[in-house]
Nanobody
Framework: QVQLVESGGGLVQAGGSLRLSCAAS????????MGWYRQAPGNQRELVAD???????TYVDSVKDRFTISLDSAKKLVYLQMNSLKPEDTAVYYC???????????????WGQGTQVTVSS
């Protein structure tokens, strides 16, 4: 059984900071990538940032230089440090993991339940 449990969301004023954490349970043969997506009301879910097991990061343009993603692959933990938050960052943030589990070893996607981030102006 795989669970991704997010924490760290909340309400913050514009210009403030939050740190999201995601812990994955369950055994994995390999983790290809972990990351964060977000979905605001009326919008499609979008990638915010992700990081490969090798440390390669990807960020959506709107968060570059403000957000930093980091990974502890041994502990299956991924973090998103969000600084200089803006009202347009308001959304539900979802943790994502792509990996392979025994005994089938198919590459699959796993999702957390989401954590609300609200930035007031």
């Amino acid at each position: 059984q795989v669970q991704l449990v997010e924490s760290g969301g909340g309400l913050v004023q514009a210009g403030g900071s939050l740190r999201l954490s995601c812990a994955a349970s369950g055994s994995f043969a390999s983790i290809n990538v972990m990351g964060w997506y977000r979905q605001a009301p009326g919008n499609q879910r979008e990638l915010v940032a992700d990081i490969t097991d090798g440390g390669t990061t990807t960020y959506v343009d709107s968060v570059k230089d403000r957000f930093t993603i980091s990974l502890d692959s041994a502990k299956k933990l991924v973090y998103l440090q969000m600084n200089s938050l803006k009202p347009e960052d308001t959304a539900v943030y979802y943790c994502h993991l792509s990996g392979r589990r025994p005994p089938v070893y198919l590459l699959r996607d796993y999702w957390g339940q989401g954590t609300q981030v609200t930035v007031s102006s």
